[in-house]
């Protein structure tokens, strides 16, 4: 570390830190101290060194400096700061007394190394408060690229996990697809024995069949890359293993008065034995609240919001909030995830129609879907997966 311009190894007894900033005034705070130094026909001359404060933070901190420009007595002991546009004037009170401690060093007995053991006492000099400060640096650099290790290797394990999932999720529309391709396969084949045995109806609802599969995984390998492009460290998702049940019940607590206030009815049906899922709890929670807000808004006066979450396979848990409002038409169903979307007959309502937009890039940074259905043919049911934590 290249601080002090001086050699540190001819360490005279009386050593001053000088902490100056970028301003155009510390010049002058330095000639003025120097010439005070010079001036001050001190027995042995001081060593001064001048710290810029924005290259060396950790010796800042190390003095616990809250103001430049600083002079710091490091040597001889005890330490001692003074601060302010005012220093030569300080020092001016200080300097007798500076002195007493540089003569009672030098009488002590001890003049090679100021650092050495003197009277069972350290004697800190600038080498070693340098030594200490650059510890400290170095310290919280490991300590802040040991973090960094550990929440990249936790992206991967996270983004590993996800593509089992994803993969595994394919293969049930794939097979279901692929099982109806093959039986209409099969009837189209004259030398096949069930070509006879498939009525039109069945070959049509086959034919539905197979490509109602075949756009889900279309929106599934959609889903993937989207997720790939690196949405969750885009969205700083910090995933962490979380029990999704506890999560729902808080966030619904803030909302108690909300409901109160317009006589509207909760119902919960959130199980005791969900397994944990991997997501970021603040993320998850800003999506429920985002969602149980809006299912208040738009659903008037005595109605009834239902929150209920469910273990859907071995690899996502699905948290649903219904309501019985007005619902969502079904040709808006997809256009409301989309930014500054809102319904026309909403707009007297207050809001900017970012809310399920932002609930939408959250979830799917968490390589989850989100999509909304109707509840019982009337309201709205919001649904939203993420992945459950597995060992
Ligand atoms: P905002 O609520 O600020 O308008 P959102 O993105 O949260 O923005 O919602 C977009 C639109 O979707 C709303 O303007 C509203 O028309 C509709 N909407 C959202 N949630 C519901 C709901 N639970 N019931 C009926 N309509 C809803």
Redesign the pocket.
């Known amino acids: 570390m290249q601080v002090f311009h001086e050699n540190l190894d001819c360490e005279a007894p009386l050593q001053l830190l000088l902490f100056v900033d970028e301003r155009p005034s510390s010049r002058e705070q330095i000639q003025k101290v120097q010439q005070y130094l010079q001036s001050s026909q001190a027995d042995a001359a001081p060593q001064l060194q001048i710290v810029e404060v924005g290259e060396h933070p950790y010796l800042v901190e190390h003095f616990k400096l809250v103001a430049t420009p600083a002079l710091v007595k490091v040597h001889p002991s005890p330490l001692q700061v003074i601060a302010g546009s005012d220093l030569v004037s300080q020092l001016d009170l200080c300097w007798s007394r500076w002195q007493r401690s540089v003569e009672n060093f030098l009488a002590s007995g001890t003049t090679s190394r100021p650092e050495t053991e003197k009277n069972g006492q350290k004697q800190p000099g600038i080498s070693s408060v340098l030594h200490s400060a650059e510890l400290l640096r170095l310290s919280d650099e490991i300590f802040r690229l040991k973090q960094d290790k550990q929440a990249l290797q936790e992206q991967l394990q996270f983004k590993d996990r996800i593509i089992a999932m994803l993969a595994h999720d394919l293969r049930n529309p794939l097979t279901a697809a692929s099982i109806a391709i093959e039986t209409l396969e099969l009837a189209f084949n004259p030398e096949g024995e069930q070509h006879n045995r498939l009525t039109p109806a069945l070959t049509a609802q086959l034919l539905r069949h197979a490509r109602t599969q075949i756009r889900t995984i279309e929106q599934m390998i959609t889903d993937i890359l989207q997720a790939a492009r690196g949405a969750s460290t885009e969205l700083h998702i910090k995933p962490e293993i979380l029990d999704i049940g506890t999560l729902c019940k808080d966030v619904l607590e803030d909302f108690e008065n909300r409901l109160q206030a317009k006589l509207q009815t909760l119902e919960t049906d959130i199980p005791q034995d969900l397994p944990p899922v991997y997501a970021d709890q603040e993320r998850v929670r800003q999506v429920i609240a985002?969602l149980v807000d809006?299912?208040i808004?738009?659903t008037p006066e005595q109605g009834r919001i239902q929150v209920s979450v469910l273990h859907r396979t071995t690899q996502k848990i699905q948290v649903s909030i219904c309501?019985d409002?007005?619902?969502?038409p079904e040709v808006n169903r997809q256009r409301?995830f989309e930014e500054n979307?809102?319904?026309q007959r909403?707009e007297a309502k207050e809001?900017?129609?970012?809310?399920?937009?932002l609930c939408q890039r959250l979830i799917r940074a968490h390589y989850g879907r989100i999509w909304v259905g109707s509840a019982a043919g009337q309201g709205?049911c919001f649904h939203f997966t993420l992945p459950v934590y597995r060992l």
Do not use: E, H
Not at 325 to 328: D, L, T, V
Not at 351 to 357: E, H, K, P, R, T
């Open positions: 985002n809006n299912a808004k738009y309501d409002g007005p619902g969502i409301i979307f809102r319904l909403d809001g900017f129609g970012l809310g399920l937009a709205s």
